[in-house]
Every structure is written in C-alpha cells, then in structure tokens.
C-alpha cells in the first residue's frame, strides 16, 4: 500500500515539473526572460482562438498559436 503511494507520489511531481517548464516556456521571452504580452482573438464562429504573444522588452519570441475550440 505504502509502495503505491510513493509511486502515485513520484507521478504528481514529474507532472508537476513538466507544468512548471512548460508555462515557463509560455510566460517568459527565450531572449530576455521578461514576461510576454499574450492576446487572444476568439473566432466562435470557426470555433478557433488565436493566441499571439510578444515581448515587450525586446520584442522577440512573436509567435501565433490556434487553438480549436472544441
Ligand atoms: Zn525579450
């Protein structure tokens, strides 16, 4: 009982992590590390939102994300 626990334990901080780098890497500008302006343009219509972020600092890390809304 105890050895699964530890296991469902050791599950909980991988993803955890994985979160954790993975809205970093949405957050934050690759070049300078200032955090990023994000825009959403929902399109009900197509059923699409259109993400776009930019950095202010440096006005890197320009990138277009579609989501499907669904
Ligand atoms: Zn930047």
Do not use: W
């Amino acid at each position: 009982m105890s050895f699964e626990n530890d296991f469902k334990f050791e599950n909980y901080t991988d993803y955890f992590g994985d979160t954790l780098e993975v809205k970093k890497q949405i957050t934050e500008c690759k070049t300078c590390g200032a955090k990023l302006i994000h825009s959403h343009l929902s399109d009900y219509k197509n059923l699409i939102m259109q993400e776009t972020s930019r950095c202010p600092e440096c006005g890197a890390g320009n990138k277009k994300i579609i989501h499907i809304i669904n």
